[in-house]
């Protein structure tokens, strides 16, 4: 078979969306949820004799931004654009001695403390939810960032213009929408889950303050590049890997008419898809978020319980994008051989690429354990095999 493009990588990308046949497979790389750890993107770099200076652009998972070499090198179809905090906002991360150790503290715009220690600079994880011990009347009286402040979305328009006209690229906006567990976050996960069953009202008004938040934000992000996006990303973990993190029952009646509110909201100001991300067992979910509203479930991660690819495709794949699920992330990626990573790509994009409706990327970020073989093995695999008949 001969293979030969010939769409460019934005329309290659539309057309998968479409659930329209492309010329092969668009490939992904750089998202929030589909990036690389600054670890393993140096050990690639060095690999592959690329010389970039690495610069994190998502301090929580320690995600470094592919270079332009790289991006090419693998035949990334798509390029993002990234809002950013409030101008008066600082999110400078600190050195601390917290118990004779050594931490570097990130302060969010809600409050929340994330934190990773100087022996295992890995991730951040959260050390301070600053309403912990908080009752319903403080939520009222909480300094809850102004999502409308137009600094956030200085120079958006220019960048996205920029790669809309200038290059063939897909735009795709950064992880955005982040409704539920941004209040978890807040409260701390066990208080949190113990709410949703003892203090739904509090949940109720927290989940109304994020909420709000995020109709702000987009009420300008839109404005801005609503016209110009191809691709908005959102999403809540909502699922682990046996099945739902909390009550099918409680997501219905409390996170989901929230959720969907939010989606209809972006549906009706902009013509991009709408990506949802939520890592798991989520097949439950699926019907939900469908009806909420939703283009695009990412990372499809086909290692968590009922998460079969075949019985994916056969039940949704007429109805949603598949955007990830290009290789067990948890097992094969790290652990196995490059030969053992092509066949698992073979394998899954055999199943997602017919009938267009898929975007590979691997399933979740790279880790930082993640041998350069592998990462090579991993995208080349995906473009020699994902071009279609």
Same mark, same amino acid.
Request: hydrophobic letters at 35%.
């Given at each position: 078979?001969?293979?030969?493009?010939?769409?460019?990588?934005?329309?290659?990308?539309?057309?998968?969306?479409?659930?329209?046949?492309? $010329?092969?497979?668009?490939?992904?790389?750089?998202?929030?949820?589909?990036?690389?750890?600054?670890?393993?993107?140096?050990?690639?770099?060095?690999?592959?004799?690329?010389?970039? *200076? %690495?610069?994190? #652009?998502?301090?929580?998972?320690?995600?470094?931004?592919?270079?332009?070499?790289?991006?090419?090198?693998?035949?990334?179809?798509?390029?993002?654009?990234?809002?950013?905090?409030?101008?008066?906002?600082?999110?400078?991360?600190?050195?601390?001695?917290?118990?004779?150790?050594?931490?570097?503290?990130?302060?969010?715009?809600?409050?929340?403390?994330?934190? #990773?220690?100087?022996?295992?600079?890995?991730?951040?994880?959260?050390?301070?939810?600053?309403?912990?011990?908080?009752?319903?009347?403080?939520?009222?009286?909480?300094?809850?960032?102004?999502?409308?402040?137009?600094?956030?979305?200085?120079?958006?328009? *220019?960048?996205?213009? #920029?790669?809309?006209?200038?290059?063939?690229?897909?735009?795709?906006?950064?992880?955005?929408?982040?409704?539920?567990?941004?209040?978890?976050?807040?409260?701390?996960?066990?208080?949190?889950?113990?709410?949703?069953?003892?203090?739904?009202?509090?949940?109720?008004?927290?989940?109304?303050?994020?909420?709000?938040?995020?109709?702000?934000?987009?009420?300008?992000?839109?404005?801005?590049?609503?016209?110009?996006?191809?691709?908005? #990303?959102?999403?809540?973990?909502?699922?682990?890997?046996?099945?739902?993190?909390?009550?099918?029952?409680?997501?219905?009646?409390?996170?989901?008419?929230?959720?969907?509110?939010?989606?209809?909201?972006?549906?009706?100001?902009?013509?991009?898809?709408?990506?949802?991300?939520?890592?798991?067992?989520?097949?439950?979910?699926?019907?939900?978020?469908?009806?909420?509203?939703?283009?695009?479930?990412?990372?499809?991660?086909?290692?968590?319980?009922?998460?079969?690819?075949?019985?994916?495709?056969?039940?949704?794949?007429?109805?949603?994008?598949?955007?990830?699920?290009?290789?067990?992330?948890?097992?094969?990626?790290?652990?196995?051989?490059?030969?053992?990573?092509?066949?698992?790509?073979?394998?899954?994009?055999?199943?997602?690429?017919?009938?267009?409706?898929?975007?590979?990327?691997?399933?979740?970020? %790279?880790?930082?354990?993640?041998?350069?073989?592998? %990462?090579?093995?991993?995208? $080349?695999?995906?473009?020699?095999?994902?071009?279609?008949?």
């Amino acid at each position: 078979m001969n293979k030969k493009e010939t769409l460019t990588s934005r329309e290659r990308l539309l057309k998968a969306l479409n659930h329209q046949i492309p $010329d092969r497979v668009p490939i992904d790389l750089g998202g929030n949820q589909t990036g690389i750890h600054k670890i393993a993107y140096e050990r690639l770099i060095d690999y592959l004799g690329i010389r970039d *200076e %690495i610069k994190i #652009m998502d301090a929580v998972q320690q995600l470094a931004r592919p270079c332009e070499a790289v991006l090419e090198r693998f035949q990334i179809d798509t390029r993002y654009i990234f809002a950013k905090g409030s101008l008066s906002f600082k999110g400078e991360i600190v050195k601390t001695i917290r118990d004779d150790k050594v931490w570097y503290d990130l302060v969010d715009e809600f409050g929340v403390r994330w934190s #990773m220690p100087d022996d295992t600079p890995l991730y951040m994880d959260i050390t301070y939810h600053p309403l912990a011990n908080a009752t319903i009347d403080d939520i009222k009286e909480y300094p809850f960032p102004k999502g409308d402040d137009p600094t956030r979305f200085e120079g958006l328009r *220019e960048q996205a213009l #920029m790669l809309k006209k200038e290059t063939p690229y897909a735009v795709v906006s950064g992880i955005s929408g982040v409704v539920y567990e941004t209040c978890w976050y807040m409260r701390g996960l066990e208080q949190w889950m113990c709410d949703l069953v003892q203090q739904p009202d509090f949940c109720e008004a927290l989940l109304d303050q994020t909420l709000k938040f995020w109709f702000d934000w987009f009420s300008l992000f839109l404005k801005e590049v609503g016209d110009v996006v191809d691709v908005i #990303m959102i999403g809540d973990d909502l699922a682990g890997q046996k099945g739902p993190l909390f009550s099918p029952n409680i997501y219905r009646r409390i996170v989901k008419p929230r959720q969907k509110k939010l989606v209809q909201y972006i549906r009706s100001n902009t013509k991009a898809k709408i990506w949802y991300h939520t890592c798991g067992s989520c097949i439950e979910y699926i019907p939900d978020l469908i009806d909420n509203g939703i283009d695009i479930l990412d990372p499809v991660q086909t290692s968590a319980k009922n998460m079969d690819p075949e019985k994916l495709k056969s039940n949704f794949g007429d109805k949603l994008v598949f955007w990830g699920g290009g290789c067990d992330a948890q097992h094969i990626l790290p652990r196995g051989t490059p030969d053992e990573v092509a066949k698992n790509v073979r394998e899954h994009i055999s199943t997602f690429k017919p009938g267009g409706g898929y975007v590979f990327n691997n399933v979740h970020n %790279i880790q930082a354990d993640v041998p350069p073989e592998n %990462i090579i093995a991993l995208f $080349d695999t995906a473009y020699q095999y994902g071009f279609y008949e």
